[in-house]
């Protein structure tokens, strides 16, 4: 059918099918990519919401024949990078653009709330931004950049004031991110953005089993249907098939065995991703399924079967004992023990694991283009060149719609990597949401028994742990997680003895890697459980308890490393007026069956681990300015904002005088991940030593230009490398090198729980937060903010269960209903080893989180949930057992 | 803590994943678990040859240094190691000879004796 509508200003007639809905025909057809997809075209992300006849709806459901006549506004139609419109800029400069994935989105849905409402409540934000989601910022600085767009059209404020100097002062400065204006007007690029007309939809079959032996793949009928070019299997990749990040156990395509649900085993290659889907359910695939292990404790049991041929189901397991942890129980006048469980989550960021692969160049001298999430492309580019036999390759990040630890290792790049070599032509893959989540890693499950003691004074004297970690089917990173979790066992405080162990499982559970803090958030929330409860049974506030057992410079932690800086206690003190409102506000809480409780949780989080190095290097360019070459990923957090301000103020430069080229492993250093919060330590330390070169080797020969230095002969590009102490924890005792620095939080939760439901509602979380000197302010807080966020999460909704949570309202997403009121206090401790004092932040949010809700509901209502999520249904029943 | 029996699940070993301290050519050197050196800055000319006489390469020509002087330059260079056309334009040589001169052909054999590491995980 014929419908005519107007388009961002201009009338359009379009000949459609009936069921096709607007967000295809913007993306497919006018190329507008500004609307993203995440949810399948469910309508539960908001992700391509526009604005038609005035109203902002989700493209994604929205029929193009009944838009005859209509006046459709998408981001394009707003503004431009070079002539943006307010709501752009408010959002920019509000720090309300972290990955960008959502942004167009949230901008549509703003300005039609804006065009009715110019002066809006927090609630009517929150209610006209109720469909769209955001993983990133925990929603605060979305409502705050609704808000400050509304100032701006009501001529209250402009840009203008509140934009920083770029000339002006580089450090401690909330500069608009390098990115964040092409985000909010929709063109920056993530993968399926890019257009790639005539490569090939991927689909793929994927395990219904848990663990099943592969008896046959019937590829015929799928081979003879329409549009298929055909079925790859694992006999068709030429390499080793297998993704080596740390162990050559993750088949790209499963060979005899599958070992979760959700295990690749087939890819369909077709002219249309509709073919290639409707393709995969005519491929045959008989399995024989084997006893599946559900659990760490079942597949470390006598006769269990072994998930890996070449390795036993306990992968690993590491000690940890400092001082005589035996007696000290035995002498404490008090000891709580407790037992406790996190679930499987998935890191959920809003993009889908897209992936591009395409030939650049033709016959012999062609090299394979992927193009993907990556946060570690240079390790990824060897992985996928060892798996699938072809060297010649070359890894773009495009723009990165949030990632939270997913993207550590390959997840859809195997398979279209290897599609594009046995069908030699470009193919983009964008798996759905559940195939999304049935390729990338999860957070571990941890299973934590924990024991602390304190002598009749309340001076803590003793950690005991035993902890298990559901590794999943495939190692990953799972040694890292595990080794992460013991470096910082004893979280903030000074324990003189530790007795604890942990070992590490594989299961037939999905595989697990990194995610957000990956491992210290789950055995911080024993601990912090733990010390909780021994605050409260000795009666003393636990807040003063948590400051009284502080580490301080000179003692050691658990690994037996002595610190020489610790500023923990300091935010005790930041938090203790906040604490003492919040307590009294708590307790003024008249009858009823909502409980108002309080909650605090500490969390220090190393930064800078052993064996760690990164190099950057940079070069002066012929207009004086600096090109920054290295391989830091930015999936959000803000790494070209942290590379770009202490790259400018080191060589005392304008902000647009620095140019990064981060993306792609022909042109940047190999640099580790975009992980354990190590970029800003990392490749800020190593860019620091590359400028120092720069400048040292300006002044050794008199020069303060580029042409001063091309006259003297002296090279413009200098490599600087910043390393970290070499040594792994001893595997008897677990004592050894741990992280040179800390990054530290102590956070405040408030909730409020219905006695008769179970529900616990977060009022507030207040953090207080110290990464030593702040080198941009907003982009701190929004780590904060979405860190406590997630945290919230994890404590009360999120969990991944495989075959069932298929979709962000199975996953239970944070939305605007679920956000609550945020507080932050920074401290600026600068760091003795930090790059120009700082260190990285994004994970340490996160850590105290849970626990401090948990802390909260017990304060709340008596009950200790040891089993995260804290589900209303585990709430009732904890009550319930209770009376 | 409660002692907990430790069968181990099937009769497979442990994940092999430590990076590990080796000493050669008179020093102690930290190697990752494929056996490349962790760090570039460790690699002497003693250091390859006792690497490539541990392969089976007791004598390095003028072709095996050129090779191995073109990894280093193009690392210290760009922080990363090239790819193999780069390493064929770079040394002059054929991509088959290059796999032939050396145990392990370019990747596990020149690239390992030049010192490169392996990009890092997340360690």
Redesign the interface.
């Known amino acids: 059918m014929k419908v005519t509508f107007t388009l961002n200003g201009i009338p359009r007639q379009v000949v459609v099918d009936p069921d096709v809905v607007l967000l295809d025909l913007l993306r497919d057809e006018f190329r507008l990519t500004g609307a993203k997809q995440s949810c399948d075209k469910k309508g539960q992300c908001g992700a391509c919401t526009v604005i038609v006849d005035g109203k902002a709806v989700r493209s994604c459901l929205t029929k193009v024949a009944k838009l005859d006549g209509a006046d459709v506004i998408t981001i394009e139609g707003l503004g431009t990078p070079a002539n943006p419109h307010l709501i752009q800029e408010a959002f920019v400069l509000a720090g309300a653009v972290q990955c960008g994935f959502c942004t167009p989105g949230m901008i549509m849905a703003a300005k039609a709330l804006l065009d009715v409402h110019p002066d809006p409540s927090t609630a009517q934000i929150k209610r006209a931004l109720r469909h769209n989601l955001c993983r990133c910022t925990g929603y605060v600085k979305i409502i705050e950049a609704v808000k400050l767009a509304g100032e701006f059209l009501r001529g209250e404020k402009t840009p203008d004031e509140l934009r920083p100097d770029p000339h002006g002062a580089k450090l401690g400065v909330s500069h608009p991110r390098p990115s964040a204006l092409i985000k909010a007007c929709g063109v920056a690029q993530f993968t399926a953005d890019i257009l790639a007309p005539g490569a090939l939809e991927l689909a793929a079959v994927h395990s219904p089993h848990p663990h099943a032996l592969i008896k046959s793949i019937d590829t015929k009928a799928a081979e003879a249907m329409p549009g298929v070019a055909g079925v790859m299997t694992a006999k068709d990749i030429k390499g080793s098939n297998r993704h080596n990040?740390?162990?050559p156990d993750r088949p790209v395509l499963c060979e005899d065995r599958v070992r979760y649900i959700g295990d690749p085993v087939a890819v369909v290659a077709a002219e249309t991703r509709e073919q290639a889907l409707a393709a995969v359910a005519a491929v045959r695939v008989e399995y024989e399924p084997l006893p599946a292990?559900g659990s760490p404790h079942e597949?470390?049991?006598?006769g269990?079967?072994?998930?890996?041929?070449?390795?036993?189901?306990?992968?690993?397991?590491q000690p940890q004992i400092k001082g005589d942890a035996a007696r000290a129980f035995a002498e404490a006048g008090h000891v709580v023990e407790g037992h406790y469980h996190t679930q499987m989550v998935h890191q959920a960021p809003l993009e889908p694991e897209v992936c591009l692969a395409f030939f650049d160049g033709e016959g012999d001298?062609a090299q394979l283009v992927v193009v993907g999430r990556s946060i570690?492309i240079?390790?990824h580019?060897?992985m996928l060149q060892e798996a699938t036999g072809w060297?010649?390759?070359r890894y773009e990040e495009a723009y990165v719609g949030g990632q939270f630890g997913i993207k550590?290792d390959v997840t859809s790049e195997g398979i279209a990597a290897a599609a594009a070599l046995h069908f030699r032509r470009a193919v983009r893959y964008i798996p759905s949401l559940p195939e999304s989540m049935y390729l990338s890693p999860k957070r571990h499950p941890f299973d934590v028994?924990v024991?602390v003691a304190a002598d009749a004074d309340g001076n803590l004297t003793a950690l005991?742990?035993?902890v298990v970690i559901d590794n999943g089917a495939y190692?990953s990173?799972g040694?890292?997680v595990m080794n992460r979790a013991m470096m910082m066992l004893s979280g903030s405080y000074n324990f003189p003895a530790v007795?604890?162990?942990a070992r590490l499982?594989?299961t037939n559970n999905p595989w697990g890697a990194?995610a957000r803090g990956?491992g210290p958030p789950q055995v911080n929330y024993a601990l912090e459980s733990a010390v909780d409860r021994l605050a409260r049974e000795m009666k003393i506030d636990p807040l003063e308890f948590r400051r009284r057992n502080s580490l301080r410079p000179g003692q050691s932690k658990s690994t037996g490393q002595v610190v020489d800086e610790w500023p923990f206690p300091e935010l005790c003190d930041a938090i203790k007026p906040h604490y003492d409102r919040a307590v009294r506000e708590a307790r003024e809480m008249g009858e009823g069956t909502k409980k108002r409780g309080v909650g605090v949780a500490g969390g220090s989080f190393g930064i800078g681990?052993?064996?760690?190095?990164s190099?950057?290097?940079v070069e002066l360019d012929p207009d004086d300015g600096i090109t920054v070459?290295?391989a830091v990923a930015d999936p959000g957090e803000g790494n070209d904002s942290m590379l770009s301000q202490l790259a400018a103020d080191a060589m005392d430069l304008p902000l647009d005088k620095v140019r990064l080229v981060t993306r792609d492993?022909d042109h940047?250093?190999?640099?580790?991940?975009a992980?354990?919060s190590?970029h800003t330590y990392m490749s800020g330390g190593a860019l620091l030593d590359a400028i120092r070169q720069l400048r040292e080797a300006m002044a050794a020969c008199g020069a303060t230009t580029y042409a001063d230095m091309q006259k003297a002969g002296v090279p413009t590009?200098y490599?600087g490398t910043r390393?970290t102490v070499?040594g792994?924890l001893d595997p008897e005792t677990g004592q050894g090198p741990s992280f040179e620095s800390q990054v530290h939080a102590l956070q405040l939760a408030e909730v409020e729980v219905d006695t008769e439901t179970g529900e616990v509602r977060v009022i507030r979380m207040t953090c207080a937060a110290d990464a030593g000197r702040v080198i941009h302010p907003d982009n701190v807080i929004g780590q904060l903010q979405g860190g406590m966020d997630m945290g919230v999460g994890l404590a009360l909704r999120e969990e991944y269960v495989p075959g069932k949570t298929k979709d962000w309202v199975t996953f239970k997403y944070p939305t605007m209903k679920t956000a609550f009121d945020m507080d932050v206090i920074i401290c600026e401790t600068p760091r003795k080893r930090g790059s120009n004092g700082a260190v990285g932040v994004g994970e340490m949010t996160l850590v105290p989180t849970a626990p401090a809700v948990l802390n909260a509901i017990e304060d709340a209502v008596g009950v200790r949930i040891y089993d995260l999520p804290a589900t209303p249904d585990k709430v009732k029943a904890a009550l319930a057992a209770m009376r | 803590?409660?002692e907990?029996?430790?069968?181990?699940?099937?009769?497979?070993?442990?994940?092999?994943?430590?990076?590990h301290y080796r000493d050669i050519a008179g020093r102690r050197v930290?190697f990752d678990?494929e056996g490349f050196l962790?760090?570039a800055d460790d690699w002497t000319e003693d250091l390859a040859a006792a690497l490539g006489a541990e392969m089976g390469l007791d004598t390095f020509t003028e072709d095996h240094w050129r090779v191995l002087r073109f990894f280093r330059e193009y690392y210290?260079?760009?922080?990363?190691?090239p790819?193999?056309?780069q390493l064929a334009a770079g040394t002059g040589m054929r991509l088959l000879d290059l796999e032939e001169l050396f145990p392990g052909g370019i990747r596990r054999g020149a690239r390992r004796l030049a010192g490169l590491?392996?990009?890092?995980?997340?360690?």
């Open positions: 990040y740390m162990v292990l597949a470390m049991a006598e269990a079967p072994q998930i890996h041929s070449e390795w036993a189901n306990l992968c690993l397991t001298d570690n240079h390790k580019l060897a060297e010649d390759m550590i028994k024991k005991g742990m035993d190692n990173m040694n890292v007795d604890a162990r499982v594989y990194a990956a681990g052993p064996n760690d190095q190099m950057v290097a070459y290295g492993t940047t250093t190999a640099n580790g991940p992980a354990a190590r590009r490599m390393k070499v792994t | 803590m409660t907990v029996p430790e069968p181990r699940g099937g009769s497979g070993r442990e994940l092999g994943l430590s990076r930290l678990n962790w760090s210290a260079t760009n922080g990363r190691a790819l193999n056309r590491p392996n990009p890092k995980t997340c360690t």
